[in-house]
């Protein structure tokens, strides 16, 4: 059974930082892309960071220089460091393990990040 379980979201101000972490199981990890996403209430789900298997990361234009996405193979877990937060970052965060279509079929349960003062 796949299980992508994630950790690290909570209330922050404007300006701080968090860390979301996303373990697997029942997956192979390394061989698959890992991907996170977030979404608001009426809106689409959107890819805010995305690691390859072999390292390669990929990030929209609205984080990029803010979030850093890195994975450990060994402990099967993938990461999203969040700084510089603003209020529109607050969502629901996703983490999504893909081998070919992206997003691929195994999502976490989600975790809320809220900026606010």
């Known amino acids: 059974q796949v299980q992508l379980v994630e950790s690290g979201g909570g209330l922050v101000q404007p300006g701080g930082s968090l860390r979301l972490s996303c373990a697997a199981s029942?997956?192979?990890?390394?061989?698959?892309?890992m991907g996170w996403y977030r979404q608001v209430p009426g809106k689409q789900r959107e890819l805010v960071a995305s690691?390859?298997?072999?390292?390669?990361?990929t990030y929209p234009d609205s984080v990029k220089g803010r979030f850093t996405v890195s994975r450990d193979n060994a402990q099967n877990t993938v990461y999203l460091e969040m700084n510089s937060l603003q209020p529109e970052d607050t969502a629901v965060y996703y983490c999504?393990?893909?081998?070919?279509?992206?997003?691929?079929?195994?999502w976490g349960q989600g975790s809320q990040v809220t900026v606010s003062s």
């Open positions: 029942g997956i192979i990890f390394r061989f698959y892309g």
């Open positions: 690691i390859t298997k072999d390292g390669r990361v």
């Open positions: 999504n393990a893909a081998i070919t279509t992206v997003p691929g079929p195994y």
